[in-house]
Every structure is written in structure tokens, then in C-alpha cells.
DNA sequence: GCGACAG
DNA sequence: ATCTTGTCGC
């Protein structure tokens, strides 16, 4: 099974045109309670100055919330930096080509895609997640560690498992700031695609959380980590 | 025009 | 995102 080719605009303009029609397809609204296959997506990339060069490598961890453990983890290794620049608010078109390769590769497809970026708490409605979840027609989460877009509503308690929303232009609710422990940085949760608000808050709290990611996020960036430095020499 | 700005 | 060991603090 072949997924749709993924667009890569020629510039700025047409990937904010790409957005906003894809925005108008994200479902904010699903309860992914009983989802027991979680596909955790990150990546690693090269710094572009210091000594090694190397290409990005994008991993999907296949997380069982069942067995709460790891099954499968899948890789891609590829040059992020021909297919589109760093840019805020842009960052699917960066990265999403990468994660598409590495889900391809799971020995069986995932119910729901946790990702490291924004849902739809993004200018346009349609960050990282949001946008994959829509090309692939899967549930999905946003799971930021820092803010792209957005208002806090209120202040964020120190206690662990606290929240606050997070507010649009127009003050409504698009996802949250969620503090997974205490002493540590918030992070920002919001759907992605065929999941509530409320639900994606919910999903997120029900993933076991050592340190600051929940584990399949966690696992998801140390393994890439890994995964490129190996793969920057022998 | 001035800030803000996922990874 | 990445460069990086030890070290400060609860």
C-alpha cells in the first residue's frame, strides 16, 4: 500500500494555500480511548555548520498501550534540507515526508499518530500532526515543547497532570498547555485530526510519563538520535 | 513597522 | 533541531 504522494510547494505562498485547504478536511472530534497502537514520530537533523554533515533520520516508535511498551521501531533516512527549508509555521513540509516513509515501514499501521509539533495550534489550523493525520486519514496529536501560536488562558499551575487552554485570534480553545510533571516545561497539546479537544488532553494524560515526553515521544527522540549519528560514519 | 516564530 | 561534561539544585 502506496501512500499519496506528498506535495512539496515551490514556495511560501502555495504552502500556506496547501494549508488552508487541507484545514477545512481536520475532524476535531473522535475519542481515541480505546486505541491501543500508538505510532510516536520524531526526528534528527544535522547541524549545518559543525563538522559532520549527515543527512535527518525520522522514526516511528510503535507504542502498545496495552503492554505499555515499545513493539516496533521503524527509521528513514533522508536530506530534509533539499525538500524544504526550516520555517515557522511551515514545518510539515520539512519533516512530514520523512515521518510518511518511516510509518510506511511498521509492520502494521498505526491506530493513532502522536507527533512532536502542533495539532492545529498552529496560525493556519494545520500543524504537523494536523497535517498528517488529513493526508493519511489517521487520528492524531499534537505534542509541542514550545509555542508556535496561541494565548494562554490564565496561569499554568506547578502540579503535575495541570492545564490551561490554549486560545486562537478569536479566544477559542485549540488545545492545551499541559504540565506532564512538576518542575518541568509545559508542553502544548492540541488534535491533529479526528480527535476532540478535550480527548486529546485526555489521550495525552493517559500515556505513561516518566521525565517530561510521554514514552513513545521520548523514545521516539532518543532513537533517531541514535539513529543519525550511526548513520553519520561507517 | 515591530514582535513572534513547532523542529 | 544541534554543539556538549560536569555540575548546581531539589
Same mark, same amino acid.
Given at each position: 500500500?502506496?501512500?499519496?504522494?506528498?506535495?512539496?510547494?515551490?514556495?511560501?505562498?502555495?504552502?500556506?494555500?496547501?494549508?488552508?485547504?487541507?484545514?477545512?478536511?481536520?475532524?476535531?472530534?473522535?475519542?481515541?480511548?480505546?486505541?491501543?497502537?500508538?505510532?510516536?514520530?520524531?526526528?534528527?537533523?544535522?547541524?549545518?555548520?559543525?563538522? #559532520?554533515?549527515?543527512?535527518?533520520?525520522?522514526?516511528?516508535? /510503535?507504542?502498545?498501550? #496495552?503492554? &505499555?511498551?515499545?513493539?516496533?521501531?521503524?527509521?528513514?533516512?533522508?536530506?530534509?534540507?533539499?525538500?524544504?527549508?526550516?520555517?515557522? @509555521?511551515?514545518?510539515?513540509?520539512?519533516?512530514?515526508? %520523512?515521518?510518511? =516513509?518511516?510509518? +510506511?515501514?511498521?509492520?502494521?499501521?498505526?491506530? /493513532?499518530?502522536?507527533?512532536?509539533? &502542533? $495539532? !492545529? +495550534?498552529?496560525?493556519? @489550523?494545520?500543524?504537523? +500532526? =494536523?497535517?498528517?493525520?488529513?493526508?493519511?486519514?489517521?487520528?492524531? !496529536? $499534537?505534542?509541542?515543547?514550545?509555542?508556535?501560536?496561541?494565548?494562554? #488562558?490564565? &496561569?499554568?499551575?506547578?502540579?503535575?497532570?495541570?492545564? *490551561?487552554?490554549?486560545?486562537?485570534?478569536? @479566544? #477559542?480553545?485549540? @488545545?492545551? *498547555?499541559?504540565?506532564?510533571?512538576?518542575?518541568?516545561?509545559? /508542553?502544548?497539546? %492540541?488534535?491533529?485530526?479526528?480527535?476532540?479537544?478535550?480527548?486529546?488532553?485526555?489521550?495525552?494524560?493517559?500515556?505513561?510519563?516518566?521525565?517530561?515526553?510521554?514514552?513513545?515521544?521520548?523514545?521516539?527522540?532518543?532513537?533517531?538520535?541514535?539513529?543519525?549519528?550511526?548513520? +553519520?560514519?561507517?
Amino acid at each position: 500500500m502506496n501512500p499519496l504522494p506528498f506535495p512539496v510547494p515551490k514556495d511560501l505562498a502555495e504552502a500556506a494555500r496547501i494549508q488552508k485547504e487541507m484545514r477545512e478536511r481536520v475532524i476535531v472530534a473522535g475519542d481515541p480511548v480505546p486505541v491501543r497502537y500508538v505510532a510516536g514520530l520524531d526526528a534528527s537533523h544535522p547541524t549545518r555548520f559543525s563538522r #559532520q554533515q549527515g543527512l535527518s533520520v525520522a522514526v516511528a516508535v /510503535l507504542w502498545d498501550r #496495552q503492554e &505499555q511498551r515499545v513493539v516496533e521501531v521503524a527509521q528513514a533516512v533522508l536530506d530534509a534540507e533539499k525538500l524544504f527549508p526550516y520555517v515557522p @509555521g511551515f514545518l510539515s513540509f520539512r519533516e512530514a515526508p %520523512s515521518y510518511l =516513509a518511516a510509518v +510506511a515501514r511498521l509492520s502494521r499501521p498505526p491506530e /493513532l499518530l502522536l507527533v512532536d509539533g &502542533q $495539532g !492545529i +495550534a498552529h496560525p493556519r @489550523g494545520l500543524g504537523i +500532526a =494536523a497535517h498528517l493525520g488529513v493526508h493519511l486519514d489517521l487520528p492524531a !496529536i $499534537g505534542v509541542a515543547k514550545s509555542l508556535l501560536y496561541g494565548k494562554p #488562558q490564565g &496561569q499554568l499551575p506547578a502540579e503535575a497532570g495541570s492545564a *490551561i487552554p490554549l486560545l486562537d485570534r478569536w @479566544g #477559542q480553545p485549540m @488545545g492545551y *498547555i499541559y504540565r506532564s510533571r512538576t518542575g518541568v516545561q509545559p /508542553l502544548y497539546v %492540541s488534535p491533529g485530526h479526528r480527535v476532540g479537544l478535550v480527548e486529546s488532553l485526555e489521550f495525552v494524560r493517559s500515556l505513561p510519563t516518566k521525565v517530561r515526553l510521554p514514552e513513545p515521544l521520548r523514545i521516539a527522540h532518543i532513537e533517531a538520535g541514535k539513529a543519525r549519528r550511526r548513520s +553519520a560514519e561507517g
